[in-house]
């Protein structure tokens, strides 16, 4: 597309990555650089486990957790300047970044149950951003998760793995938790990102590039630098 000529068809982005990699900041910028929707699809997962804790359900009740997942009144704003989470009414943006959300999300996460009710309810997501009555200027998304690239939007216009060492998403991670990157920090952080990484892989496959996917890896890039790497990785296609 040449600079300066309106899109008529909407373009879809995927970015997918390990934790701390920076998909959601990332995303959100590139999102409001182009004038798209963004969906933070491991929002679901953790507006799922929240939606499960608060019903009473144990989590290790396969059946249960897929059926209150089916049942849960979930709306994803979609506006990646103020991106919103609410259940029933309820505004859970904040309840589901606490530590306990974090520490039993992949147990929801690998329920392929509710892996095949989520992806319904993003491909209806990215769906709709394609239409021109949806919040956005621009029509289209972009979408970021751990399967988008693969398994949700695998025909997506461009499709992103964003990586970082895991030395780096640690000390990313810890920063933004503990608002500090010393040794101590660190290591608190490890179970939030390595090991649920780990739980995670064992369902979906986040940590190489499927075909057709471009890697872009942050490891050495500051923010800036990562959001304009995957704007050129968009300009390219
Ligand atoms: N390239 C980067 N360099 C330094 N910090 C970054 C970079 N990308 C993201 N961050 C910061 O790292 C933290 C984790 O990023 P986040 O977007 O939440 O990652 P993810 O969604 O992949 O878990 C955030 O505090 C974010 O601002
Ligand atoms: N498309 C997705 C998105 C997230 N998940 C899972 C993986 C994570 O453990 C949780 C929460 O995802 P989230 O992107 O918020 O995780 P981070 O906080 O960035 O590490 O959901 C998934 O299985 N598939």
Known sequence: METGELST?????????????????????????????YLDT???YRAATWWCLHSGIELTDATAVADAVRAMPLVMGVDPAAPTVTVGGTDIGEAIRETSISASVSAVATNLDV???LGRLQRAAI???????????????????RDITTVVAPDADVRVLLTASEEARLARRSLEVHGDADAASVEATRDQVLRRDADDSTVVQF????????????SDLDFDQTVQAVLDVVAAR
Do not use: C, N, W, Y
């Open 115 to 117: 892996r095949a009710e």
């Open 127 to 145: 769906e709709e951003a394609g239409h021109a009555d949806s919040f956005s200027q621009g029509r289209g998304i972009v979408a970021e998760g």
């Open 9 to 37: 068809s909407p373009l879809v982005i995927a970015i997918d990555g390990p934790s701390g990699s920076g998909k959601s900041s990332v995303s959100k910028a590139v999102a409001r650089s182009l004038g798209l929707s």
């Open 207 to 218: 940590h190489v590039a499927a075909d057709g996917v471009v890697t872009v890896d942050s």
């Open 42 to 44: 491991g929002a679901m």
